[in-house]
């Protein structure tokens, strides 16, 4: 199959034959990257300036020029706008556009210009707004983390921590949400990071050589908002690395929100029952009219293998591409793309369910005295008194045996039992091993103990504002 479209090819001088079809369908990016058309044309607008700017273009060029793209602008916002697959991506339907609205003035945009650095400095734009975007919503969903920390500090809420998924010590409610905030204050810094570092334009680089025209690619950058124009003209068209340290800053959030959705999923059990998840935030079962369904928390772990998978789609169309631009790259964007809109859902239905779930605070409680996780805190007794604490651990081991054995917990043993293990135990000793005392003993900087965290709150709030 042909093409068999009038409408000319923009650099089609070269060629005697129309384009297959099939290439045309495959070739064509129009479908995703039309969702670059305000960067674009932004990107266009500043072009333009700054050829006239020069003198590279008259006044009244310029003008026409402007005109015309503020008139596809409009178009575009109001869904007016025809994109046309024959045109293959958002440059093209927007240059023959501007051709069709003003003439063969609309040819001389293209002046000292490539598609490649075009779509470079449109992807830059966007990539860079998506990594602000994605850091302001990372800030909202750890001032909702830092919200609820505070609320149940207020009545020193007891969780049981775990290792190995067993449980392990006793910790403050507070202490478990603090944990994400500083995750989530990771993940933002990421993205600003990568947002400073991608800020530079690479409008001008051209082709890959740059231009004999007498361009200002200080100007443009300016004028789009960078810090700078890209050093080196190859590197501003052929390299994606923005995009991939974007995709990265995704990953990494993407993993931590699947983390958080696990222990969410599993504390919203029957068998864990800590928490009673929003009806908001939860779905039914089309059999079993009992069920109450973590769905956004099991699509938020589950969303996360595509985030991974965008990276690494990523990583593999660039690692064997030359310098400079290569077609490989047309598939740089719609992982980006879906990444960003994957986690820009995620963290607003997050920020919006945590502050609507209610915890149990009677049943963390009994969960966090049972397993033993006390045991350490007698061992740390005895090393108090001066017993080695490698001999303590082993005391300690025994008699959770003993208890484990028996069924009991470690204040139901017997005082004899106790002083037979170690003269400096007893049932006294034993009783005063609560899991309130042992979260308040744990005052080390960063600990669990209610005045470490409330540093931590303190700190969190002081960074937020």
Same mark, same amino acid.
């Given at each position: ?68 793209? *503020? $008139? ?81 500090? *207020? ?33 933002? &810094? ?47 068209? &052929? ?131 049972? $397993? ?28 959770? $045996? ?53 540093? *931590? ?9």
């Amino acid at each position: 199959m042909t093409n068999t479209t009038q409408d000319k090819k923009l650099w089609g001088g070269r060629f005697a034959e129309a384009t297959d079809g099939l290439v045309e369908l495959f070739n064509a990016s129009v479908a995703f990257d039309q969702r670059l058309a305000e960067q674009d044309i932004r990107g266009s607008l500043a072009h333009v300036a700054m050829l006239g700017q020069t003198g590279i273009l008259t006044p009244d060029e310029v003008a026409q020029i402007e005109e015309g793209l *503020q $008139g596809i602008l409009a178009d575009i916002r109001a869904g007016r706008f025809d994109w046309r697959l024959d045109r293959e991506d958002v440059h093209m339907n927007v240059e023959a556009a501007l051709r069709d609205r003003i003439g063969p003035v609309a040819g001389k945009l293209h002046t000292a210009r490539s598609r490649n650095d075009q779509v470079a400095v449109d992807f830059r734009l966007f990539t860079k707004e998506a990594a602000l975007d994605l850091a302001a919503k990372v800030r909202a969903l750890r001032a909702v983390l830092v919200a609820e920390a505070e609320k149940h500090l *207020q009545d020193e809420v007891i969780l049981p921590g775990y290792t190995h998924l067993q449980v392990a010590q006793p910790i403050l409610l507070s202490h478990w949400l603090m944990a994400y905030a500083a995750m989530l204050e990771r993940d933002e &810094g990421r993205f600003r990071d990568a947002a400073e570092r991608m800020d530079e334009s690479p409008l001008g680089s051209s082709a890959l050589a740059g231009t004999p025209w007498p361009i200002d690619r200080f100007a443009t950058a300016a004028a789009l908002g960078f810090a700078r124009p890209t050093a080196n003209s190859l590197d501003g068209v &052929g390299s994606r690395d923005f995009a991939l340290e974007f995709l990265s800053a995704c990953a990494i959030l993407a993993a931590h929100l699947s983390r958080l959705s696990e222990e969410l999923i599993l504390y919203s059990t029957f068998e864990f029952g800590f928490l009673t998840l929003p009806d908001s935030h939860t779905t039914g079962s089309s059999i079993m009219p009992q069920k109450k369904n973590p769905d956004v928390a099991e699509l938020a772990r589950g969303k996360a293998g595509r985030v991974f998978g965008n990276l690494m789609g990523l990583l593999t169309v660039v690692k064997g591409t030359p310098l400079a631009y290569n077609k490989d790259l047309q598939e740089d964007k719609e992982g980006v793309f879906d990444s960003y809109d994957t986690l820009s859902i995620v963290l607003r239905l997050y920020a919006d369910m945590l502050p609507k779930t209610v915890w149990h605070a009677d049943v963390t409680k009994l969960a966090a005295a049972r $397993g033993f996780s006390t045991a350490t805190d007698l061992a740390d007794f005895l090393a108090r008194s001066g017993v080695p604490f490698r001999e303590a651990h082993e005391v300690v081991g025994r008699l959770v $045996g003993l208890a484990s054995r028996t069924g009991r917990q470690l204040w139901e043993l017997e005082d004899a039992e106790l002083r037979a293990a170690h003269p400096l135990l007893s049932a006294q000793v034993a009783r005063a091993l609560t899991v309130e005392e042992s979260v308040k003993s744990r005052r080390s900087y960063g600990g669990t103990a209610p005045e470490r965290v409330r540093e *931590q709150v303190a700190a969190a709030k002081a960074a937020l504002s």
